[in-house]
C-alpha cells in the first residue's frame, strides 16, 4: 500500500463513485465537493462520476448533485446502465433484450436504440431495479431456464443509504442464480469494459487514473485490476476489519475525499 503523500502522484483523473462517496441519500459527505472543486482548479487533473447504481441515469444524477450544491453535466457522469447497453450493441447486436430495470433505465435504454421485450428475449439483462416485482423475476428466471444469456449490470449486493443498506442488484441476481443454477456476466465495476469505456471518453489512460469508492470489491478492485490505482474512502459499505478480510488490497486508503483533498 502507498503512503497518503504519495499515493497521488501521477493521478491525473480520479473516476469518483458516488453513493457512499460523494453522498449519502440526499446528504453530501463532509468535503467531497471542496475536492471536486479543488481537482476542477487543476489544469492538469480532471474528474468523472461513475456509479455502479443503474437504477438511475445521468440526467438523474446531474439533478441530485445540483440539489446538493454541485453542478455539473452529463457528460461527467457514466453508469454501469451505459456499460451494459454498450456491451449489448457490441456483443448481441440487435438482440431483443428483455431487462428488469427501473422506468428510467428502460426509456435511456430505448432512445440508446436497445429493443425491449417482454417475451422470446434474446439475451435477460437484471439490474438495479427499485421496481421489481414477483412477476418480474418469475419472468427473466423462466427465460434463463429456456437458454438465454443472463448478463446483468453490476455486482453490488448493498446500496448505501443515509439509515442503513438496501438490496441491490447482485443481490436480485443471487436469487435468480438460487432459482436457475445460472450466474449473469457481471458487468460495470470492476469489470474491464468499465475502464475501456472511460478511457475512451476521457482520453487518460489507465496509469493515469484511480478509482476511488467506499467498495473494495468493486471500486478499488477496478483500478488495482485493470492498471490503474484503487483509493478506499471509509464513507460508506467497507471499514477496516473489510479490508482485513480482503483479497484486494487498495493502493491506498483515506478517510473521506475530504482527506484525500489534503494530499493533493
Request: aromatic share 10%.
Amino acid at each position: 500500500m502507498l503512503d497518503k503523500n504519495t499515493a497521488l502522484n501521477g493521478v491525473r483523473l480520479f473516476v469518483l463513485d458516488m453513493d457512499g462517496t460523494v453522498y449519502l441519500g440526499d446528504r453530501e459527505i463532509e468535503g467531497a465537493f471542496d475536492f471536486i472543486h479543488q481537482v476542477e482548479s487543476d489544469p492538469g487533473r480532471d474528474f468523472i462520476f461513475f456509479t455502479n447504481n443503474a437504477s438511475r441515469v445521468p440526467s438523474v444524477y446531474v439533478e441530485k448533485l445540483a440539489r446538493l450544491g454541485l453542478t455539473v453535466t452529463e457528460d461527467k457522469i457514466v453508469t454501469a446502465g451505459d456499460v451494459c447497453a454498450e456491451y449489448l450493441k457490441v456483443n448481441y447486436p440487435g438482440a431483443r433484450v428483455f431487462l428488469n430495470g427501473t422506468p428510467v433505465l428502460e426509456k435511456n435504454w430505448i432512445e440508446k436504440g436497445i429493443e425491449l421485450v417482454d417475451a422470446d428475449p434474446d439475451v435477460c439483462v437484471q439490474s438495479f431495479d427499485t421496481t421489481l416485482t414477483y412477476e418480474k423475476l418469475d419472468r427473466i428466471c423462466r427465460y434463463i431456464r429456456n437458454g438465454a444469456p443472463f448478463i446483468a449490470t453490476h455486482m453490488d449486493i448493498n446500496c448505501p443509504t443515509e439509515d442503513g443498506y438496501m438490496p441491490d442488484c447482485g443481490a436480485m441476481c443471487a436469487l435468480i442464480t438460487a432459482s436457475t443454477g445460472v450466474k449473469p456476466r457481471y458487468l460495470g465495476k470492476p469489470f474491464k469494459e468499465t475502464v475501456d469505456m472511460i478511457t475512451e471518453i476521457t482520453g487518460f489512460t489507465a496509469s493515469e487514473t484511480a478509482f476511488v469508492g467506499d467498495r473494495i470489491y468493486t471500486d478499488v478492485r477496478t483500478g488495482v485490476d485493470n492498471g490503474a490505482k484503487g483509493f478506499l474512502v471509509l464513507t460508506g459499505e467497507s471499514d477496516m476489519q473489510t479490508v482485513a478480510e480482503s483479497g484486494v488490497k487498495p493502493t491506498c486508503i483515506y478517510e473521506s475525499l475530504g482527506e484525500m483533498r489534503a494530499y493533493l
